[in-house]
Each structure stands twice: as C-alpha cells, then as structure tokens.
C-alpha cells in the first residue's frame, strides 16, 4: 500500500502519523512545499515542490511514484482540481472535486446552497455584484443595523472576512472592501454579525455516509484572552464526551444535522436524476473531510463557513485519539462503504498548543533561529509545522506556526496542564497561548452562552 500525501503542516504531519499507526503499514509519498523533518522520517519518499497548485508537477510525481491513493492537506490544491486530475489518472484522492470544494472556494456558493436547501443554519445575508453593488449601503445600514462582515468570495488563506467593530470602523470602509472583493472575484458574500461560542466539527465524506469527528474549539488569536491579531488558530481543545463544555446536546446533533443535510444538498445539486438518489457514493458526490465552523448563538446553531479539508490545528486534536485503522477509513471513503464502526476515537480530551515564533504573526525576525523541544511521553503529541532541520540535527525556526503539541488526558484539565508543561519546556524564542484549554477560559464560554440563552 502505498499513499502520497499532499501537504508541509503539522496537520501533515498528525495524517502521516495516523496513516504509519494502521496496521496496513502503507508507504507514504510526501510531496510538501517545505522539508517537514515530522514528515520526512515517516514518509519513504519526500519531494519538495514550490507551490501545490502547479498541478502538472504534481500529477507527474504522481504518475512516477504510483499510489495507491491520494490524500491532499490544504484547501488551495483541492480548489484548483487536483482531485479531479489524480482521478481521471486512475488514482483515487480523498479530497473533493473542484466543482464541489466551491463549499469552501466560494463563500456565496455554499450560503446559495444552504438557502437553496432549505437548510437553515445562515445568518442575514445577501450576495452582492456589479449589478447590485448600489443596494450594498441600504442592506448594511437598514437590514444589518450596521453590524456585518464582508467575506471574500474565493480562497484568501483566512484573510479575506472582515468583520464590523473589528477590522471595519464603518460602513463606508465597509462597502469600499465590498467593492474591492467584487472587483478582485465577481462578487462578495455580506452577512449579518453573530455573537456567540465557536466550534470545529469534522466529518468523513464518503458521498452518502457522513461519520463526525468529536467537535474541537479552535483560537484564532494571537494572544492570551483572544486578544491581537488572527492567525492561522493558536491552539484548540476537545472533550472526552466529543462534545464541548459549552455545547447542549441538542446543538451537537444540529451541527451534525447540518453536515448530512448539506452533503445530500450536494448530490442532489450536482446530480441531474434526483429520484433515485445515486447510491454509495456513485455519481458526482463529497468525498473526503467536511468540516463546518459553526457558531452557537443566542438563536441556535449557525454556520460560520465550510471547509474542505482537515482543519489546522484541529486535526491534530482528533488524530491524537483516533483508535481505528485511519487507511481503512480513507479506503471507505473512496469505496463509499465507510461505516461508523470503521471510526473510532478515544474517549479522552485533548488540547493543543501552538509553539509560534515570538513575533508571529506580524513580523519574521526569528526565522532561522534554533529550537529545542522536551521529550514527548505517551499521553502527548508533538507535530512539527514550519520548521527545519540541519543535516546535524538542529531544528530551526520558520516564520508561521512551528510545532503543535498535544495532551491528552481524561479531562481538558489534565490535558492542558500536560500541554501547558511541555510548552514551558521548549527552548528558544518562541511563545504560546498559557490560556488555552484552562478552566478560567473555558468557564467564559459557559457564562457567555449561558447569558445569551437567557436574554432570550
Ligand atoms: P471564515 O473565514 O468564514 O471562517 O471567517 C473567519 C472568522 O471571521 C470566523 O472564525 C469568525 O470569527 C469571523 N466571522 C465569520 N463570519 C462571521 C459572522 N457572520 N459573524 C461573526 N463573526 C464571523
Ligand atoms: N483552524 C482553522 C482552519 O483550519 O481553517
């Protein structure tokens, strides 16, 4: 068996890690934009290519090194079609096809879909062209009361919503951003702002069957109680119930409603005979990983965005306690016969910290400098990020995201505070977010949802 993996991140590097765990011991074909040493001593061969969107170069190492299947990492490939290419060269790739990652490429498609669907989990929003631009003024100021984020309608690497009150002061510099999305990708997504918890769920995609990973709450920012910048998530955490401290049971089982209904959306979409419904995952249909950001508000469940493809880092939250065969699960994907039973997680939390250059995410002024990390046990992961290797050994800085370590434990105490003490540990000039996944930080949540409900 042998797989090649498209992607440098410690995302790539948790997958590769689950992948070495099955026991169908597969070869692993890594092909990175960046020499991850996480990667490399797992993988039998590493190539190292410039961009993953050149999709020739990519398709040629493919065709060279024969896998058996393909897994891709990040979003930008998955958007240009390489799921399509590898397919139509005879490999299968536990990604979607071009046409439906617009759920993640295009923020105007997946919300068109949801309204389309009757599936109700969007805030007000509308979608706005040339055509329409005029209105853009009236909708924010009578329809929105002057609280909206405008969202770039194609892939901007996380940078591309603006929200009002954080990155827009006004509403003029609000449409002047509308105006510049429309300009730059044809049109743009402007919704209403939502005030509510956060949360990750991950689903595998086999094109009916949709099998939910435990939900995870990411930290977009850069320091200790949300506060600077956003960044590419800073840490996250989950619970040993696969829930979250925040969460009622009955929003879980929204969020995962919300998955099935939009993957059946999907098929239905893109499937010219509806009646039947083309069966294990024949047709055109999702395949691969669907993760929804939701946000639970004061009126239920909403969805923030979809994406299609592991999130980072919460990948490696649930990675960390899968107890099932993780290449079984990509071949049930691929073969439309994935099953619950085929996933299975431990029941443990989780939390991950991000190790970070001291000056990430607004300047690069330690990159290159050295790292050390502390020996990692049992109950915790460490996977490597952007960061690099000496032909001697010593590992060196990069300038986003360097290492995300895991604890796991019965609780999310537990499991921070193993994370918390390997963190302190790391030697250099890096820092991390000490709040993440602590009681003081958790307990807001609570209070904030608890608040909400209660105005109601
Ligand atoms: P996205 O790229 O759509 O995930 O948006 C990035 C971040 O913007 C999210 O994680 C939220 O924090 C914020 N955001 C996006 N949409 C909304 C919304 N409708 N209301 C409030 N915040 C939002
Ligand atoms: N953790 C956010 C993302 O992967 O998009």
Redesign the pocket.
Known sequence: MRILLMTSSARGHAIADALKHSPQHPDIVSIATTANPGIKELAEEQFIERSLTNLDRLLLIAKRTKPNLAIIGPEDPIAAGIADLLEENGIPTVAPKKMLARLESS?GFARDLLQKYDIDCS?K?KVFTKENSKILNNFIEQELWGEY?V?YDALKG?K??K?SGEHLATTREGITYALRCIEECGQVVV?????GC?FSLMSFVDGSHVIHCPLVQ?H?RAYDKDTGP?TGGMGTYSDANHSLPFLKIADVERAKEIQRLTVEALQHEFNPHPNPLPLKGEGICYKGILYG?Y?ATRDGI?L??F?CRFGDPEALNILSILDSDFVAICQGILSGELTEEMVRFAKKATVCKYIVPESYPDKKEQLGKEVRFPNIKRESRMYYGDISQDPDGTLRLGTSRTVGIVGIGKTISEAESIAQKLCEQVQGPVRFRSDIGTHALIQKRIDLMRRLRSAL
């Open positions: 923020k805030p929003f984020v969202k996380g591309g919503v929200v919704e209403e702002k939502l005030t956060e990411d977009k956003n950001g946000m909403k923030i965005e994406n």
